[in-house]
Nanobody
Framework: QVQLVESGGGLVQPGGSLRLSCVVS????????MGWYRQAPGKQRELVAS???????NYADSAKGRFTISRDNAKNTVYLQMNRLQPDDTAVYYC???????WGQGTQVTVSS
């Protein structure tokens, strides 16, 4: 049974940083394309960033230059480092494994003064 468990969300002031983590269990990890998505209240879920097993990354325009996706295949973990956070980044952030369509439960990120 594949499970994705996110952590690292919270409340941060504008301009601050957070690092999200997603631990994947129940299956091999290193070969799979992984992604981070987010969903703000009243909006559709949207891609933030993705990373291949080889470490090739892709970012939404809103994330470029501020967010960094990375992975540690030895720890079955994918990360999202978020810098210079703004109120528009407030959302529930989800970890996603494309193969098999697996989602984590989400972690809340709130950017507010």
């Amino acid at each position: 049974q594949v499970q994705l468990v996110e952590s690292g969300g919270g409340l941060v002031q504008p301009g601050g940083s957070l690092r999200l983590s997603c631990v994947v269990s129940g299956s091999p990890f290193s070969m799979y394309l992984m992604g981070w998505y987010r969903q703000a209240p009243g909006k559709q879920r949207e891609l933030v960033a993705s990373i291949t097993g080889a470490g090739i990354t892709n970012y939404a325009d809103s994330a470029k230059g501020r967010f960094t996706i990375s992975r540690d295949n030895a720890k079955n973990t994918v990360y999202l480092q978020m810098n210079r956070l703004q109120p528009d980044d407030t959302a529930v952030y989800y970890c996603y494994r494309y193969s098999g369509d697996y989602w984590g439960q989400g972690t809340q990120v709130t950017v507010s003064s």
